[in-house]
């Protein structure tokens, strides 16, 4: 088989916050990746400055162009190398998958399955607005959804992204998370809460507790993921599935969730974890745990797609996220 040399690297911003790249070989075949890091989109393109030195290489050599842009510096990981590497790698998988006429999957050892469940995302910092869209994910097919734990009265007065770092630090909002789990569980949704890390280790424990009852699908990033022994002392308190992994950028981040039965589920974003490559290589360390694997996705089509490909691939597939709206975000 001839070598597909790669002739041009290019990024593309996209609205509301996607950033595209384009893969482009000698031989005509174009590859399409997601390389998106919320809020860092300048970083992202900086990171592919250094991206271009692969002009030139062959693109059929996914796992040493990988390994070269991984290992050639002296510096790795974290979520700006990793996510601009992400969507290298993810163009790279659409340009083999499209030279052999094969869906990746294929490519990846063949499906397990034929059908992917996704969810849907309802906010949960307006309770109206949160019912409305539950409805709505009920009434366009979704049977998961995925919210909010809620946000403290100091976090309603903070603007901008900084309302997302917020700690809840008030017993009446953990009253209020609860109702609306509650709320949304009897219109026959499963239901996933999102802490965002937004709680101290203690006020996790008790929202936690609060929510056992109500049999949640998961419980999403309980604590900051820089707390995996934390995140651990917490699980073996909680019979709810703890996920975690957005902002885990490789298979040696996991590692301490998973060797601490930290998680149950694992939750690498393929914009931010390296690509197809790394997300069905976190995949396979996580079944050796028996931790389900439900790719997080917030972000655009093509990193969708690529979820959806390693989902149908690998045994121990959970949910996959879905943004079912593009104007959920229209800012980092």
């Not at 990793?82 to 790279?92: E, H, N, Q, R, V």
Request: contains cysteine.
């Amino acid at each position: 088989m001839a070598p597909s040399l790669i002739s041009k690297i290019e990024t593309f911003r996209v609205p509301p916050r996607w950033l595209f790249v384009r893969v482009e070989t000698q031989d005509g075949i174009v590859g399409w990746g997601e390389g998106t890091l919320e809020g860092h989109t300048e970083a992202i393109e900086g990171a592919f400055l250094d991206l271009q030195r692969f002009v030139g290489a062959d693109a059929d050599n996914i796992q040493d162009i990988w390994q070269m842009a991984y290992r050639g510096r002296f510096y790795r990981g974290g979520p700006v190398l990793m996510s601009a590497l992400s969507g290298l790698d993810i163009a790279l998988w659409d340009i083999k998958g499209k030279k052999l006429g094969v869906p990746i999957y294929q490519l990846l050892g063949g499906k397990v399955r034929d059908r992917v469940r996704v969810y849907g995302w309802i906010g949960g910092d307006d309770f109206e607005h949160l019912i409305e869209q539950a409805k709505r994910r009920k009434e366009q097919g979704f049977t998961a959804v995925k919210m909010n734990a809620g946000r403290d009265k100091m976090a309603k007065r903070l603007k901008g992204n900084v309302e997302s770092v917020a700690w809840i630090d008030s017993p009446t909002v953990l009253e209020t998370a609860v109702q609306r789990v509650k709320d949304v569980r009897a219109l026959g949704l499963d239901v996933g809460v999102d802490f965002h890390g937004r709680l101290h280790k203690g006020m996790a424990r008790q929202l936690a507790k609060l929510l056992e009852p109500h049999q949640p699908f998961f419980i999403e990033e309980p604590l900051l993921p820089a707390h995996p022994q934390e995140t651990a002392d917490l699980a073996k308190l909680v019979s709810t599935p703890i996920a975690l992994g957005e902002r885990l950028f490789s298979r040696s981040d996991f590692r301490p969730y998973f060797e601490s039965r930290a998680i149950d589920i694992a939750q690498p974003d393929v914009s931010h974890c390296g690509g197809i490559s790394e997300l069905h290589r976190i995949a396979a360390m996580a079944e050796t745990y028996d931790v389900g694997v439900a790719p997080h996705c917030p972000l655009g089509p093509i990193a969708l797609a690529a979820c959806i490909q390693v989902g149908t691939a690998v045994p121990n597939f959970f949910i996959q996220e879905m943004s079912w709206e593009a104007r959920k975000h229209d800012h980092g």
